[in-house]
T-cell receptor, first 109, second 114 residues
Framework: KQEVTQIPAALSVPEGENLVLNCSFTDSAIYNLQWFRQDPGKGLTSLLLIQSSQREQTSGRLNASLDKSSGRSTLYIAASQPGDSATYLC????????FGTGTRLTIIP | ETGVTQSPTHLIKTRGQQVTLRCSSQ?????VSWYQQALGQGPQFIFQYYREEENGRGNFPPRFSGLQFPNYSSELNVNALELDDSALYLC?????????????FGPGTRLTVL
């Protein structure tokens, strides 16, 4: 059974800092890994999708990496802004999409 | 291109009642998946429908049932509501019914069971 873990559960950093969110998964037989953003009480916004054959994906200030053999992914956010405050979820696709419990990120102005 | 839409936005029911949630898939998509997200948790997979047939199910009891229509929109039905059914229900659409397909999520329906 696939299990996805995200550490830390919550993170507060001052505006302008670079930061890294972590995601680990137990079964490396995945098609892809996705990072989502969720604002309070809202749905999910897809940020980046990394296919199992890829090592990383970049979109603007976001960079996601994938190491399938070790079951790890990181989401790097450069030059953080208050608008980045949200919960970030990673999810892996195997037989189904399995989510972690998320990291609640707060950027302090 | 129309994105994934869900209705209603919010819903309040009492224990023992039945509820139907609706999802319209993104244009051109033939697969809909449903997820339950309890407060402070990640979404949990309920089931998936591909071309009107159930195409996978998570660890949810039979009182959670679904339907997909010829236009690929979908319903989630929950019978005999329990307090623990209070959650955000998300649907996602994709093209192809495969695990590797990218899923696009709707805004969700917030269900409160009293």
């Amino acid at each position: 059974k696939q299990e996805v873990t995200q550490i830390p559960a919550a993170l507060s950093v001052p505006e302008g800092e670079n930061l890294v969110l972590n995601c680990s998964f137990t079964d490396s037989a995945i098609y892809n890994l996705q990072w989502f953003r969720q604002d309070p009480g809202k749905g999910l916004t897809s940020l980046l999708l990394i296919q199992s054959s890829q090592r990383e994906q970049t979109s603007g200030r976001l960079n996601a990496s994938l190491d399938k053999s070790s079951g790890r992914s990181t989401l790097y956010i450069a030059a953080s802004q208050p608008g980045d405050s949200a919960t970030y979820l990673c999810a892996v696709t195997g037989e189904k999409l399995t989510f972690g419990t998320g990291t609640r990120l707060t950027i302090i102005p | 291109e129309t994105g994934v839409t869900q209705s209603p936005t919010h819903l309040i029911k009492t224990r023992g009642q039945q509820v139907t949630l609706r999802c319209s898939s993104q244009s051109g998509h033939n697969t809909v998946s449903w997820y339950q997200q309890a407060l402070g948790q990640g979404p949990q997979f309920i089931f998936q429908y591909y071309r009107e047939e159930e195409n996978g199910r998570g660890n949810f009891p039979p009182r959670f049932s679904g339907l997909q229509f010829p236009n690929y929109s979908s319903e989630l039905n929950v019978n005999a509501l329990e307090l623990d059914d209070s959650a955000l229900y998300l649907c996602a659409s994709s093209l192809g019914g495969r695990g590797s397909d990218t899923q696009y999520f709707g805004p969700g329906t917030r269900l409160t069971v009293l």
